[in-house]
Nanobody, 122 residues
């Protein structure tokens, strides 16, 4: 069984910073892409940033230059450093990963974390 557990959310003032972490645990053979998505109240879930196993990254236009995604493959962990936070960044942030759980499984499956709340407010 594979689990993704996020941490690092909270309340921060506009202009502040937060760092989110997401650790994958359980039976893991290989992890392909990992990423962060967010969902604000009344809105659809949207992509924030993704990073491949080869460390190639992709960002939503709304966070480019402010957010940085990174990963530690040895720890099966992905991070999201969020700087210059704005009230419109307020949302539940979800971790996502494509994981191959064993050598016998030939495909990568899509896993999601439970979400962590980020609130940007003065």
């Amino acid at each position: 069984q594979v689990q993704l557990v996020e941490s690092g959310g909270g309340l921060v003032q506009p202009g502040g910073s937060l760092r989110l972490s997401c650790a994958a645990s359980g039976t893991i053979f290989s992890i392909n892409a990992m990423g962060w998505y967010r969902q604000a109240p009344g809105k659809q879930r949207e992509l924030v940033a993704t990073i491949t196993s080869g460390i190639s990254s992709n960002y939503a236009d709304s966070v480019k230059g402010r957010f940085t995604i990174s990963r530690d493959n040895a720890k099966n962990t992905v991070y999201l450093q969020m700087n210059s936070l704005k009230p419109e960044d307020t949302a539940v942030y979800y971790c996502n990963a494509f994981i191959r759980s064993s050598l016998m499984r030939l495909t990568f499956e899509d896993y999601w974390g439970q979400g962590t709340q980020v609130t940007v407010s003065s």
